[in-house]
Each structure stands twice: as structure tokens, then as C-alpha cells.
């Protein structure tokens, strides 16, 4: 039997995705709170969190860090809809996968259970990375060699910094307050914007931003500049 989190926040008990899952015996689903789900995913096989609007986000970002601080349990993001950057800065800080309207709850079921029959599995090994060289009279990057790319001022400061400390991960709020000039006492806005700009950075650098090769995310952390 698998044991399953359910994290609604309070505003979507009723869930049909949830609805199928108990369906069968072969999970055992509880509802928690966003607390529980961080001093209790160890014992989770599964984490579901409900995703319901634009003001849920920084909550889940600030969770789904928190959580990846202690387990690589598995965790799935329910949301009717979401919009494809903040799909995607879900996935790079932790949550294996995101389930939207577009999959209906019994094709659902099934991607849940192929993915616990498979989890375990190991990383490959990522490749060395090539040359990569800040330019900061023109606030760009030169990677490869010979591609020298434009970045914004935000953006520079922050690649700047991972590369004054390269190879070593920097902690979200430490980015936010060197970047931003701000003390980051809000901390899920924090954790959000850093991510959001981490997300564009990534576009402009890496080949494939799903599959960084040069800013790594360090779930427990923050991020590293691997050159």
C-alpha cells in the first residue's frame, strides 16, 4: 500500500483526481496541512498538492523547497490550469510533475503508479561544461567560447555572484537580498522571484532549461553555477 499526502490548502477538499485514487485499496490518502507535509514526507510515498490560483504560488514554491530540504518523495502539483513559467519553476524546485485539466483522472492513476514502480532510479551523469566568461562592462556572458550573450541587470548580478562562488550553492534568500538589495523578509515572494529569474536566465544560457547545464538547482539549497 502506498501512503499519499493531500495538501488542498484549505479550499479544494473535493478533488476528482483524489476521488479516483481512493477508489483503490492500494492507496491510503490523507489530508494535511502544508505543515504536516513538511515534517511528515518522509513517511509519504506520495505528496499531491492543490494548485487552485495565482495566489497559491508562492505558498507552494516556499513548500516545495522546504519539503526537498528533507525527502525525494515523490510530489505532484494539481491545478485546473497553470501557466507555462510557473509550470516550469514548480518542476526545477522539486515537484516531479504537474497535472492539469488537459489529463483526465483515470490516465492519471496510471502515470501515478508507473512512477512509483519506477522511482529509484538513478541520475546520469551530467558532462563537463564548456568555457564561460562574464563580461561586465556589456552585462552579458560569453559561453562556448564565442556566443556571447546579453543579459539584463538583474540577471547579471545574479550569474555574477554563482560564479564568484562557482561550484558552491547559493540559498535562495542569500540571492534575493545580494540581487534585489532587500533583507527578504517576505520569504515566499522571495523564493518566487528568485526562481522566476532563475527560469529566464536559463532560457537565454542553456541549451535545454529543462536539463541545466550550468545553473544547477541544489533542492535543499539554492542554486550553483557548475564551470
Known amino acids: 500500500m502506498y501512503n499519499l499526502g493531500f ?4 479550499k479544494y477538499p473535493n478533488n476528482e483526481y483524489i476521488e479516483v485514487l481512493k477508489r483503490k485499496t ?8 502544508s505543515e504536516q507535509a513538511i515534517e511528515g514526507s518522509g513517511g509519504l510515498d506520495v505528496l499531491l498538492i492543490q494548485s487552485g490560483s495565482a495566489a497559491d504560488v508562492g505558498n507552494i514554491c516556499e513548500l516545495l523547497i522546504e519539503i526537498r530540504k528533507r525527502t525525494n518523495t515523490l510530489i505532484w502539483i494539481l491545478s485546473d490550469k497553470l501557466p507555462n513559467t510557473t509550470r516550469i519553476i514548480f518542476l ?4 516531479d510533475g504537474i497535472v492539469t485539466n488537459q489529463i483526465e483522472p483515470d490516465e492519471y492513476l496510471l502515470i501515478l503508479r508507473n512512477s512509483l514502480k519506477r522511482y529509484g532510479l538513478s541520475e546520469e551523469v551530467e558532462e563537463n561544461l564548456d568555457d564561460f566568461k562574464l563580461i561586465p ?3 552579458s556572458v560569453v559561453i ?10 538583474l540577471e547579471f548580478k545574479t550569474i555574477e555572484l554563482l560564479y564568484e562562488k562557482k561550484s558552491e550553492a547559493i540559498p535562495y534568500q542569500a540571492i534575493y537580498q545580494q540581487v534585489w538589495d532587500n533583507d527578504g523578509d517576505d520569504v515566499k515572494n522571495s523564493n518566487y ?3 522566476n529569474l532563475i527560469f529566464h536566465l536559463r532560457k537565454k544560457l542553456e541549451k ?5 547545464k550550468y545553473i544547477k538547482t541544489v533542492r535543499s539549497k539554492g542554486y550553483l553555477l557548475n564551470v
Open 193 to 195: 522571484r528568485v526562481a
Open 26 to 33: 492500494i492507496f491510503n490518502i490523507k489530508n494535511i496541512s
Open 7 to 10: 495538501v488542498s490548502n484549505g
Open 137 to 139: 562592462n556589456n552585462l
Open 208 to 212: 535545454n532549461p529543462l536539463e541545466p
Open 92 to 95: 526545477q524546485l522539486g515537484a
Open 144 to 153: 562556448e567560447g564565442n556566443q556571447e550573450i546579453s543579459l539584463t541587470r
